[in-house]
């Protein structure tokens, strides 16, 4: 079965730091790209990161570029975001997602396989 599950959230404070984690199962980790999106309450759905299959390239928004850290360890079929100085406006739920290694976007539509978020919330 085709799965990715993300963990790693919780609360922190304003400037707090965190580490998301995606773990995937069931297909070939290195056939795809992948990227972290996040929705927040009331609002829509952001791409944040991004990362290549092929050489390991990272894409961010700009809400997040200099914060935020996406990476991938290959030998765990693990996606990782490491979040620091976090805002109160980062509180949202993290998703990843897979994309077949065709382009490296976050937009959503070039993404076929999604897990379930999880929360962050930051807060004082």
């Known amino acids: 079965e085709v799965q990715l599950q993300a963990s790693g959230g919780g609360l922190v404070r304003p400037g707090g730091s965190l580490i998301l984690s995606c773990t995937v199962s069931?297909?070939?980790?290195?056939?795809?790209?992948y990227g972290w999106f996040r929705q927040a309450p009331g609002k829509d759905r952001e791409g944040i990161s991004a990362?290549?299959?092929?050489?390991?390239?990272?894409i961010y928004a700009n809400s997040v570029k200099g914060r935020f850290t996406i990476s991938r360890d290959r030998t765990r079929n693990t996606l990782y975001l490491q979040l620091s100085n976090l805002k109160p406006d980062d509180t949202a739920i993290y998703y990843c997602?897979?994309?077949?290694?065709?382009?490296?976007?976050?937009?959503?539509?070039?993404?076929?396989?999604w897990g379930e978020g999880t929360l962050v919330t930051v807060s004082s």
């Open positions: 990362i290549s299959s092929s050489d390991g390239s990272t």
């Open positions: 997602a897979r994309a077949p290694a065709l382009l490296l976007s976050f937009q959503a539509r070039y993404y076929d396989t």
């Open positions: 069931g297909f070939a980790f290195d056939e795809y790209n």
